[in-house]
């Protein structure tokens, strides 16, 4: 499994050693949560502090846009020095525009789906996308609580896109339920408070990485 730690539970002030401690543990991801006030009620934060981190770590900056309208940033994200760009149906840009505009910046793109938008939406852009992102929460908050009802969504993903796919899980993963997004075939797990909101950082990211 790749484990993906979202630095929306990080405490901004120590940002670098944080980041650095999660790499070191082995998490090949770092999950970075762009929201705008607008397609979500957060505000969370924009490029400039992708471009301050992407100075310090070499993890695979996987950019989840909680956003109205990605197209009009992906230029934005892409310098700042995202890896995978990933944004969701039913926000108001045109799906097959930002995709195209993402995967023309030579970086993977991905799409979301919230727990009320069917995982089938995302099926027409199978040739477009890299990843899928299954929320296993309503996208907003970090903190909350596992959804199950989104197991099928995951086993259909992975049917659908095959071995060779990322199926990403985000929302409600810790350490002692991890297992289900897995059995139900999620290769790339999100751990917000999980993992920066842990006393220990470096044993809360091993722990997930544990078998
Ligand atoms: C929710 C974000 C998540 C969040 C996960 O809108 O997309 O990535 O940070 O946080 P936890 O792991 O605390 O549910
Ligand atoms: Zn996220």
Known sequence: MILAPSILSADFSHLREDVAAVEQAGAQYLHIDVMDGHFVPNISFGAPIITSIRKQSNMVFDVHLMISDPLRYIDDFAKAGADIITFHIGCDSDVDKTLDAIRAHGIRAGLAVNPDVPVET????KDKIDMALIMSVYAGFGGQSYIPEVNEKI???RDFFGPDFDVEVDGGIKPDN????????????????????APDITAAAKAFLAE
């Open 122 to 125: 995302m099926f027409p852009y």
């Open 155 to 157: 086993r259909a993903a």
């Open 178 to 197: 991890k297992h289900i997004p897995l059995s139900f075939g999620a290769n790339v797990l999100v751990a917000g408070s999980a993992v920066f909101g």
